[in-house]
């Protein structure tokens, strides 16, 4: 599958910031940086992102040139969620546990920032998959609407990424809605 290639610092995105905290609480961060500091890792974070959106942009576009399959599309977009789970259940762990005392609420916001982040970087591929699902006749314009919006909104984005798959596994391009 070397066409996720440019999908892989938006997959590996949440996993960046999670090692990045765990370096900060435990006192490692300094081995390898002795002297890093919060922005600095806020802009390692953010150059990060600027990474994983030019790599997103360049598979859409190779995409929209034809250079992969549109059957792809949606185990890529399945595939991509399923990774992003365990890392947003450990955000979500973190965010919860740091919501426990008013001196570390500032890292929940923090997380739900980031969180945000990561969504739009995986509701990219899941926008494209349902585009191309209804550019190519597989279903119809709500249907396009409807899971496009879901493609941004947590947990429902895995949802609506198995019910796409679903339906592109199950439609042939002569009996869809």
């Known amino acids: 599958m070397k066409k996720i290639i440019w999908l892989l610092p ?28 919060i922005i600095d890792i806020l802009l390692c974070l953010g150059a990060l992102f600027l990474i994983a959106a030019i790599g997103n942009i360049i598979f859409i576009a190779r995409h929209l040139a034809g250079k992969y399959r549109a059957a792809d599309l949606p185990f890529i977009n399945l595939l991509v969620k399923l990774i992003h789970i365990p890392a947003y259940l450990l955000i979500f762990a973190l965010g919860i546990l740091c919501m426990i005392t008013i001196f570390t609420m500032g890292f929940s916001l923090f997380f739900v920032f980031f969180d945000c982040l990561t969504i739009c970087l995986s509701g990219m591929t899941g926008l494209l998959t349902v585009w191309t699902l209804c550019h190519g006749g597989k279903c119809t314009k709500q249907f396009m609407i409807l899971h496009g919006l879901l493609q941004f909104i947590f947990v429902a984005d895995v949802i609506s990424a198995v019910i796409i798959y679903r339906r592109a596994k199950n439609c042939s391009s002569e009996n869809c809605l």
């Open 10 to 37: 938006g997959i590996l995105y949440p996993y960046c910031m999670l090692l990045f905290l765990y370096g900060i609480f435990t006192g490692h961060a300094d081995d390898f940086f002795p002297s890093i500091t």
